[in-house]
């Protein structure tokens, strides 16, 4: 069950709180609001939120978290500026992943963006995108079609002792080899890619993120990190794994969740959990980050890839007098629970946040 509205606000008793025994431990740590991750989620937890309230205290993200942000933003404004009201509603749209849109002369179309966002996953450009859908059971992979495309083409096929009037003009070549580029721009989901191209753009290395197709497999880095935090072991990796619940965002820290088809994965600790299986040889875990560029007081702006086919920024509030996300964008929204009647009562006063009501359960902070 999610925690309740109140637990976003902290009681702290005077006085320290003892540890002496684990369980006891735990039962004040409860009333002096400090229970470390660590007890509130289990074995093979992350950082202690204490660690993380820490950090999100701080005045100032990192330089190369600003400047994660500011690429994340620039990459929103190159197409066409597409933004989510805080109710999740879509206030205007943008350019789609595989118009050929050029708002400025000289300007890169949205299709070969994401292109660009895939070379920071697959250094080589061969392999990603890979996904050409055609209607059968199994797609068709956009490597080996450029492969027949350029042996299809008139200089080729010349060279092999066939007519002039065979095979593929350069124009038709060209023509051919961008319909198969859009296709698979559509075709394979690239949200990660995107995260991993803004991750290259703040400069990070190899030691310092797990550039990826996949959320899970950043995010699974991230929660590591924490652990060997936690353990007292040294650690070159750039982000920790938060409780968004419990921890303040900041410019450049990544807020995730578990796609909608992930079910029950819709708390720190059950994300955790789903990652710390998955590094141990789990399935798959379909997820989905965007970039925190904006905290104000009342609430903060994030970018995400792959939103509505397009780069989207989303508007998100705090919760009244606070600076934690606002419970009613969690799945259940303004559902105030189980009561045993046939309808489910409403908040009063709660703001319904549409399409933005999402599992947000993992914020990965900048360490």
Same mark, same amino acid.
């Given at each position: 069950?999610p925690?309740?509205f109140? =637990?976003?606000?902290?009681?702290?008793?005077?006085g320290?709180?003892?540890r002496?025994?684990?369980?006891?431990?735990?039962?004040?740590?409860?009333?002096?609001?400090?229970?470390?991750t660590?007890?509130?989620?289990?074995?093979?937890?992350?950082? =202690? +939120?204490?660690s993380?309230l820490? $950090?999100?205290?701080?005045?100032?993200a !990192?330089?190369?978290?600003?400047?994660m942000?500011?690429?994340a933003?620039?990459?929103h404004?190159?197409f066409?500026?597409?933004?989510?009201?805080?109710?999740?509603?879509?206030?205007?749209?943008?350019?789609?992943?595989?118009?050929d @849109?050029?708002?400025?002369?000289?300007?890169?179309? !949205?299709?070969?963006r994401?292109?660009?966002?895939?070379? +920071? /996953?697959?250094?080589?450009? @061969?392999?990603?995108?890979?996904?050409?859908?055609? &209607?059968?059971?199994?797609?068709?992979?956009?490597?080996l079609?450029?492969? +027949?495309?350029?042996?299809?083409?008139?200089?080729?096929?010349?060279?092999?002792?066939?007519?002039?009037?065979?095979?593929?003009a350069? #124009?038709?070549?060209?023509? $051919?080899?961008?319909?198969?580029n859009?296709?698979?721009v559509?075709? $394979?989901?690239? #949200?990660?890619?995107?995260?991993?191209w803004?991750?290259?753009?703040?400069?990070?290395g190899?030691?310092?993120? +797990?550039?990826?197709?996949?959320?899970?497999?950043?995010?699974?880095?991230?929660?590591?990190?924490?652990?060997?935090?936690a353990?007292?072991?040294?650690?070159?990796?750039?982000?920790?794994?938060?409780?968004?619940?419990? $921890?303040?965002?900041?410019?450049?820290?990544?807020?995730?969740?578990?796609?909608?088809?992930?079910?029950?994965?819709?708390?720190?600790?059950?994300?955790?959990?789903?990652? /710390?299986?998955?590094?141990n &040889?789990?399935?798959?875990?379909?997820?989905?980050?965007?970039?925190?560029?904006?905290?104000d007081?009342?609430?903060?702006?994030?970018?995400?890839?792959? /939103?509505?086919?397009?780069?989207?920024?989303?508007?998100?509030?705090?919760?009244?007098?606070?600076?934690?996300?606002?419970?009613?964008?969690? !799945?259940?929204?303004?559902? =105030?629970?189980?009561?045993?009647? #046939?309808?489910?009562?409403?908040?009063?006063?709660?703001?319904?946040?549409?399409? #933005?009501?999402?599992?947000?359960?993992?914020?990965?902070?900048?360490?």
């Amino acid at each position: 069950m999610p925690m309740p509205f109140i =637990s976003l606000h902290r009681t702290v008793l005077p006085g320290p709180c003892p540890r002496r025994r684990v369980v006891a431990a735990v039962l004040v740590a409860l009333l002096c609001g400090a229970v470390d991750t660590a007890f509130a989620a289990g074995p093979g937890s992350a950082a =202690s +939120a204490g660690s993380c309230l820490e $950090t999100a205290r701080q005045a100032r993200a !990192p330089s190369r978290a600003l400047a994660m942000a500011a690429a994340a933003r620039q990459e929103h404004n190159a197409f066409g500026g597409q933004t989510m009201d805080a109710e999740g509603r879509l206030l205007q749209a943008g350019d789609s992943e595989a118009e050929d @849109t050029r708002r400025t002369i000289g300007a890169t179309p !949205p299709w070969e963006r994401v292109l660009g966002y895939w070379r +920071a /996953v697959d250094l080589q450009d @061969t392999r990603l995108p890979y996904l050409v859908r055609f &209607g059968a059971l199994r797609p068709a992979h956009r490597e080996l079609l450029l492969q +027949a495309l350029n042996q299809a083409s008139a200089d080729h096929l010349q060279g092999l002792g066939v007519g002039p009037d065979q095979g593929l003009a350069s #124009s038709e070549q060209r023509a $051919t080899a961008v319909a198969l580029n859009r296709v698979a721009v559509i075709d $394979t989901p690239w #949200s990660a890619a995107f995260v991993s191209w803004l991750a290259r753009q703040a400069g990070l290395g190899a030691d310092e993120f +797990a550039f990826s197709e996949a959320h899970a497999d950043y995010a699974g880095a991230a929660w590591q990190a924490g652990l060997d935090e936690a353990s007292g072991h040294a650690t070159s990796y750039a982000l920790r794994a938060c409780d968004p619940v419990q $921890t303040p965002p900041r410019i450049g820290d990544l807020l995730c969740q578990a796609r909608a088809g992930s079910a029950g994965i819709d708390s720190f600790a059950r994300i955790g959990e789903a990652l /710390v299986a998955r590094r141990n &040889g789990g399935a798959p875990l379909p997820m989905h980050c965007d970039v925190v560029v904006a905290v104000d007081a009342t609430g903060f702006d994030t970018v995400g890839g792959n /939103v509505l086919q397009s780069v989207t920024r989303r508007r998100l509030d705090f919760a009244a007098g606070t600076t934690l996300l606002d419970p009613s964008y969690q !799945p259940e929204g303004c559902a =105030s629970g189980s009561t045993g009647l #046939s309808s489910t009562p409403i908040v009063p006063g709660c703001v319904d946040r549409h399409m #933005s009501r999402q599992p947000w359960s993992l914020l990965l902070q900048w360490r």
